[in-house]
Nanobody, 122 residues
Framework: QVQLVESGGGLVQAGGSLRLSCAAS????????MGWFRQAPGKEREFVAR????????SYADSVKGRFTISRDNAKNTVYLQMNSLKPENAGDYYC???????????????WGRGTQVTVSS
């Protein structure tokens, strides 16, 4: 079992920055692909960013490319999401998740945090 706890959310003006953290416990995250997801009110949860086990490869939603950066520190069992040039449409609850690679080659997110809220004022 992996327990994930997000932090770092808050209120920021458009154009500002926030750094989200996801602290894991129970098991090392070094064997998991880690991802960040966002859910806006009344909408489905959507993918934001993903980072591979050793941090060697990252993926981003098109809407955040060039503004958001995902990173991880396996020694600290923590994953980060640096968000710059924030826009009102980036607001929502941000969730951290841990995934394994299935036999079909897809990522299966088995563990989720409870989220941290990001509000961006215009």
């Amino acid at each position: 079992q992996v327990q994930l706890v997000e932090s770092g959310g808050g209120l920021v003006q458009a154009g500002g920055s926030l750094r989200l953290s996801c602290a894991a416990s129970g098991r090392s995250i070094s064997s998991y692909v880690m991802g960040w997801f966002r859910q806006a009110p009344g909408k489905e949860r959507e993918f934001v960013a993903r980072i591979t086990w050793d941090g060697g490869s990252t993926s981003y939603a098109d809407s955040v490319k060039g503004r958001f950066t995902i990173s991880r520190d396996n020694a600290k069992n923590t994953v980060y999401l640096q968000m710059n040039s924030l826009k009102p449409e980036n607001a929502g609850d941000y969730y951290c998740a841990a995934a394994t690679l299935s036999s079909r080659g897809s990522y299966e997110y088995a563990y989720w945090g409870r989220g941290t809220q990001v509000t961006v004022s215009s």
